[in-house]
């Protein structure tokens, strides 16, 4: 089964700094999605990406399939920002279920 | 406005007293999901369905059902609720089937206690 890890599991940041959260997983996979749950407890997906990078607006995703590792970037960041990123992928390659990390609490301070 | 929708999206039951909560979808998607969530246990997956008549279990399916009778709605049952089912679930769909090769549309949580 595909192990997931994220790091940092928190983070407390400056309102205006570049934030970086990692994710690395164990399997070989097709694709990754990186999703946001605020406070509330509502999740949203941010990205499914499975090669390269991809960018939508200050949120930017990168992955490297040989290295089994991904990153979520946030350029410019505010304290909307604040939520828990979570990375999933499939728990091999392809299954049609998802793992979950456990999530990057992130904290901006304005 | 394409959504998930679940209900109830707050529930407070007693054991052994049987529920459901309905999911539906507006987005024509073939694969749709159920996940529940737990502190330090993250998300974790229950059942999930590819399309009409398609089911399967995910990570943690005892002590749930499921039904896809329909293409828009995915409903989880608790045919005899237990307090460790107390958690917050979040219902998902995607047009790919497998979902991990597309864009994943979640509900907007229910959470569920169990006396």
């Known amino acids: 089964k595909n192990e997931v890890e994220q790091s940092p599991q928190n983070l407390t940041a400056q309102e205006g700094e570049f934030i970086t959260i990692n994710c690395s997983y164990s399997?070989?996979?097709?694709?990754l999605h990186w999703l946001q749950q605020h406070p509330g407890g509502g999740i949203v997906s941010l990205f499914m990406?499975?090669?390269g990078k991809k960018k939508h607006g200050r949120l930017i995703a990168t992955i490297n399939i040989q290295e089994k590792h991904s990153s979520l970037h946030i350029t410019a960041s505010h304290p909307r920002d604040s939520a828990v990123y979570i990375c999933a992928v499939p728990p091999r390659r392809g299954a049609q279920k998802l793992v979950f990390g456990q999530g990057t609490r992130l904290t901006i301070n304005p | 406005e394409a959504q998930v929708t679940q209900n109830p999206r707050y529930l407070i039951t007693v054991t052994g007293k049987k529920l459901t909560v309905t999911c539906s979808q507006n987005?024509?998607?073939?694969?749709m999901s159920w996940y529940r969530q737990d502190p330090g246990l993250g998300l974790r997956q229950i059942y999930y369905s590819m399309n009409v008549e398609v089911t399967d279990k995910g990570d943690v399916p005892e002590g749930y059902k499921v039904s896809r009778k329909e293409k828009r709605n995915f409903p989880l049952i608790l045919e005899s609720p237990s307090p460790n089912q107390t958690s917050l679930y979040f219902c998902?769909?995607?047009?790919?089937?497998?979902?991990?090769?597309?864009?994943?549309?979640f509900g907007e949580g229910s959470r569920l206690t169990v006396l």
């Open positions: 987005m024509n998607h073939e694969y």
């Open positions: 998902a769909s995607s047009l790919e089937t497998g979902g991990h090769t597309g864009e994943l549309f």
């Open positions: 990406l499975s090669s």
């Open positions: 399997v070989g996979i097709s694709a």
